[in-house]
């Protein structure tokens, strides 16, 4: 298989990121160029989603023949649970977000989750950390490797080269960029790998010289 790198675009291939105990699998779909991931466990073959954002058919296919566990859903945010109803209602797949997004989510959650819980994954499991700014209830998903640098699932709260959009609401993006910083930067070291809600993925130690000047510019 070729060499992950997580750049992806809406119509072409998934890439599949080979870990020793777990695969991640990115695929973009439209039309607004949503990341959606689907974790595979090495050990039990337990498959997670995290974003049924859009294209269920092609969701569909990269989940294939194995099931799906459960669904977690990143943040209330309609782009990110377009295909959610379809693919819950095509695989049973329990349903997973925040607590605090979940009522603006427009699939019945079925488990509500708070900073600092976790959701398994076959053997691996992914930590919660909640994220408040660009949603109430925003969270982000850690793997923390035991076999490498931990990996991080961050939605629209962290991107290459900024936080997330909080619509120039001076509140919301000083609460956003200091849960990130004291959250993500602060716990996370610096080769943990980073897959957003959009876009390329990057890692920790790219983004945290440029804390201080996504202070200054206000977003």
């Given at each position: 298989?070729?060499?992950?790198h997580?750049?992806?675009?809406?119509?072409?291939?998934?890439?599949?990121?080979?870990?020793?105990?777990?695969?991640?699998?990115?695929?973009?779909?439209g039309?607004?160029?949503?990341n959606?991931?689907?974790?595979?466990?090495?050990?039990?073959?337990?498959q997670?989603?995290?974003?049924?954002?859009?294209?269920?058919?092609?969701?569909?296919?990269?989940?294939?023949?194995?099931?799906?566990?459960?669904?977690?859903?990143?943040?209330?945010?309609?782009?990110?649970?377009?295909?959610?109803?379809?693919?819950?209602?095509?695989?049973?797949?329990?349903?997973?977000?925040?607590?605090?997004?979940?009522?603006?989510?427009?699939?019945?959650?079925?488990?509500?989750?708070d900073?600092?819980?976790?959701?398994?994954v076959?053997?691996?499991?992914?930590?919660?950390?909640?994220?408040?700014?660009?949603?109430?209830?925003?969270?982000?998903?850690v793997?923390?490797?035991?076999?490498?640098?931990?990996?991080?699932f961050?939605?629209?709260?962290?991107?290459?080269?900024?936080?997330?959009?909080?619509?120039?609401?001076?509140?919301?993006?000083?609460?956003?960029?200091?849960?990130?910083?004291?959250?993500?930067?602060?716990?996370?070291?610096?080769?943990?790998?980073?897959?957003p809600?959009?876009?390329?993925?990057?890692?920790?130690?790219?983004?945290?010289?440029?804390?201080?000047?996504?202070?200054?510019?206000?977003?």
């Amino acid at each position: 298989m070729a060499e992950y790198h997580g750049n992806v675009k809406v119509g072409g291939p998934a890439q599949t990121h080979e870990l020793a105990q777990l695969m991640i699998t990115k695929v973009a779909v439209g039309p607004m160029d949503n990341n959606a991931y689907l974790l595979r466990c090495r050990q039990t073959d337990e498959q997670v989603l995290i974003d049924a954002a859009n294209d269920a058919d092609t969701l569909l296919a990269v989940i294939g023949d194995g099931g799906l566990a459960r669904i977690i859903t990143t943040h209330r945010h309609q782009d990110h649970w377009e295909a959610l109803a379809e693919v819950v209602a095509r695989t049973s797949a329990p349903t997973v977000a925040g607590r605090h997004d979940a009522e603006g989510i427009g699939v019945p959650t079925d488990q509500y989750v708070d900073d600092g819980d976790h959701i398994s994954v076959g053997n691996s499991s992914l930590r919660v950390i909640h994220l408040v700014g660009h949603t109430p209830g925003s969270i982000a998903l850690v793997y923390d490797d035991p076999d490498g640098p931990p990996h991080v699932f961050t939605g629209d709260s962290l991107f290459p080269g900024g936080v997330g959009n909080t619509q120039g609401d001076a509140e919301r993006f000083t609460s956003l960029v200091n849960d990130v910083e004291t959250k993500l930067f602060g716990t996370l070291p610096d080769e943990t790998w980073v897959y957003p809600g959009h876009g390329s993925d990057t890692t920790i130690g790219t983004e945290r010289p440029h804390l201080p000047e996504w202070r200054e510019r206000g977003w």
